[in-house]
């Protein structure tokens, strides 16, 4: 079990970052792979970015790569999500996963592995 709790969303004007936090409690894992995904009204959710949390090995959803980085702090069991150069199509949904032990394909659908999931939270980047 793993309990995710995000935090960071808002409202934000083209062109404008967003930072989104994840923190992870409650589990027994020595690792995790922990992601972001993002789900768009009347779009299927799609990977934005993920981290293994041993070593810090990053991936990537092509739609976000080069304007976002994702990043944690292993103190604090939280991983971050910094947007830059933000668009209206970033608005959506932005979920936080996680799951027990590596990263495989985990920006891919299903999201396999990602066996827990956060609220998630609304970012809205206007025009």
């Known amino acids: 079990q793993v309990q995710l709790v995000e935090s960071g969303g808002g409202s934000a004007q083209a062109g404008e970052s967003l930072r989104l936090s994840c923190t992870a409690s409650?589990?027994?894992?020595?690792?995790?792979?922990m992601g972001w995904y993002r789900q768009a009204p009347g779009k299927e959710r799609e990977g934005v970015a993920a981290l293994y949390t041993d070593g810090g090995a990053t991936y990537y959803g092509d739609a976000v790569k080069g304007r976002v980085t994702i990043s944690q702090d292993t103190a604090v069991n939280t991983i971050y999500l910094q947007m830059n150069s933000l668009k209206p199509e970033d608005t959506a949904m932005y979920y936080c996963?996680?799951?027990?032990?590596?990263?495989?394909?985990?920006?891919?659908?299903?999201?396999?592995?990602?066996?827990?999931w956060g609220k998630g939270i609304l970012v809205t980047i206007s025009s």
């Open positions: 996963a996680a799951g027990g032990g590596s990263c495989a394909y985990p920006l891919l659908p299903p999201f396999a592995g990602m066996d827990f």
């Open positions: 409650r589990y027994t894992y020595s690792s995790l792979c």
